[in-house]
């Protein structure tokens, strides 16, 4: 079953009009009436009483519509959720940090939480190895570290940033 049926039959329901429930629907009333004869044929029930001067629910239609609305509200809901996700708006992070990253994270969490509200962070701060194993139970989304040692055939790393390790002293040392 199409959405699109169950979005004709609920502003038909609504309306009970054929010609202004396809005019919302930007549609001709011809494919809006055959938009709504496939619907009947697909579930095997009249969903309207006809005539020439007025339309009306049938009991069928009645049922039909809080089933209609809700499926087609949840749809909408999906629709909205996945766009939120692609944009960052919500969701969740699940990242492993080697604990020598624990000072570099406390300011970049900040920024990110002000950049990305909607989203949850959970942080784990582990050592590397057990870090790489719920990386490879995809228990994590990523982990910052220092480059891994070894080889993880189903995992990839990529250099955020190079640092140079400085000694820093007096110049009387």
Do not use: W
């Not at 699940?94 to 970049?108: K, L, P």
């Amino acid at each position: 079953m199409e959405l699109r049926y169950l979005k004709s039959f609920i502003a038909a329901a609504r309306t009970l009009n054929f010609s202004e429930a396809a005019r919302t629907l930007c549609v001709t009333q011809g494919t809006f009436s055959q938009t709504i004869k496939q619907l009947e044929e697909e579930l095997g029930c009249t969903l309207f009483f006809r005539n020439s001067h007025e339309v009306s629910l049938t009991d069928a239609g009645f049922e039909l519509f809080p089933f209609a609305e809700r499926t087609v509200q949840a749809a909408e809901d999906c629709t909205h959720r996945m766009e939120d996700l692609r944009e960052l708006k919500c969701g969740t992070l699940n990242i492993g940090v080697t604990h020598s990253f624990n000072m570099v994270m406390n300011e970049t969490l900040k920024d990110f939480t002000k950049r990305y509200p909607g989203i949850v962070l959970h942080i784990i701060y582990k050592p590397m190895m057990e870090l790489i194993a719920r990386l490879e139970r995809r228990e994590l989304d990523f982990v910052l570290s220092f480059r891994p040692q070894g080889h993880y055939p189903d995992i990839d790393s990529h250099i955020l940033f190079e640092d140079r390790l400085s000694v820093i002293v007096r110049k009387d040392h």
